[in-house]
């Protein structure tokens, strides 16, 4: 399948094997086709988008046109394609699906656009890494449903107006801020999507357990079972939960009668060394380094990545968002600084006041 093939070269195979990785690894996508819901209602959280979008499509359908276009914004894992998905089955629609890095040539665009049929809903994911001139050529087709396709080169080059069915063009970036503005301008509709929160994690793992036929323990102490253990490890991401609940359907398979439990899915976790809050190898290795051997810091990125064994950007890019996102570490002129949080959590004592430490603002 080429979509996706070339953002998957982009990224090391060290990541791909992440089990906490919010990219969705090449085989992965089929699995997740099956896991998807298919109808605004069964989609988990996100609440505001969710109504936004219904509106949109209702008042749409009410009109008898196709609805505007809309752009989805956030960060891997969190549903953009599930919900273009939606939005296609919702006007029982077509769906197209493509993505910006395919996207090379004017050409490419414009063969897609002129196979679009009337009311098609066409998906482009990582819409922000389009060439420049595909993207000039797509703001005309979204605005007038007309493109120029120059035939020929240099002075004998003719363009041709070619009109193109109404159609919904959605749109999927994790980096909005990198779209330019007269793109982002022409989408009717922008919904950000927002990490999940715990309990609805859990609801998305009972509900993939459900359809994956794995069978989850009912509450413990607190009121969960296997489900809570899964989603608190999720990092706030449906497809780091999906994969996890994965895992660990295969470690009560082994070592269990098949049941999850609290106590088994916090083992199958422990196991593949992603810890209670999420951290994984990697994030631990770095909050460790960072506190044990440099006191805390504050220390140089690139010092930090020697001291861990990784590339200077593995750091950067794969640990380091959510340790700060998480308020483990943070990031500052002088260099990286371990918080209390990442003290307490390796279960060690800060050496004195430190960052972000309210003692320090005492008197
Ligand atoms: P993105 O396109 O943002 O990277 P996807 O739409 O591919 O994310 O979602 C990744 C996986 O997470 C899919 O398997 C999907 O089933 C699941 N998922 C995402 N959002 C939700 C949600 N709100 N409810 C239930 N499952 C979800």
């Not at 861990?308 to 483990?328: Q, S």
Request: charged letters at 25%; one cysteine or more.
């Amino acid at each position: 399948m080429p979509f996706h093939e070339d953002e998957l070269d982009e990224i090391e195979s060290s990541h791909l094997q992440r089990l906490t990785a919010a990219e969705a690894d090449g085989d992965e996508r089929a699995v997740e086709a099956a896991l998807r819901p298919r109808t605004l209602d069964e989609v988990v959280g996100q609440a505001r988008v969710r109504a936004q979008l219904g509106l949109v499509l209702e008042a749409a359908r009410q009109r008898g046109r196709v609805p505007d276009h809309v752009l989805l914004s956030g960060p891997p894992g969190l549903g953009k394609t599930t919900l273009a998905m939606i939005i296609a089955a919702e006007m029982s629609s077509p769906l197209r699906l493509t993505s910006g890095p395919a996207i090379t040539h004017a050409g490419d665009l414009a063969s897609i656009l002129s196979g679009l049929n009337e009311g098609d809903v066409l998906f482009v994911d990582e819409i922000h890494r389009m060439s420049r001139p595909a993207e000039e050529m797509l703001y005309m087709a979204m605005e007038d449903f007309r493109v120029d396709v120059v035939i020929g080169k240099g002075p004998g080059a003719t363009s041709i107006p070619l009109e193109i069915p109404p159609f919904t063009l959605v749109g999927a970036t994790t980096r909005a801020g990198l779209l330019p503005g007269p793109l982002r301008d022409r989408f009717g509709f922008t919904g950000h999507l927002e990490f999940y929160e715990p309990d609805e994690l859990e609801l998305i793992v009972r509900r993939s357990a459900g359809l994956l036929g794995v069978e989850l323990a009912e509450g413990g102490a607190d009121g969960t079972g296997g489900a809570g253990e899964i989603a608190s490890r999720s990092r706030g991401t449906p497809r780091i939960a999906n994969r996890l609940l994965r895992r660990v359907r295969d470690y009560a398979q082994v070592h269990a009668d098949g049941l999850v439990t609290r106590p088994l899915a916090a083992a199958a976790l422990d196991l593949y060394e992603v810890d209670p809050l999420g951290l994984d190898r990697l994030d631990r290795a770095v909050l460790d380094v960072l506190c044990r051997r440099f006191g805390g810091g504050p220390v140089g990125v690139s010092t930090l990545a020697v001291a861990v064994g990784e590339e200077r950007e593995t750091v950067e890019e794969v640990a380091e968002p959510f340790l700060v996102r998480n308020g483990f570490l943070a990031r500052t002129p002088r260099g990286r600084i371990a918080t209390p949080a990442a003290w307490e959590h390796l279960g060690l004592r800060a050496p004195g006041p430190t960052y972000g430490d309210e003692g320090l603002f005492d008197e």
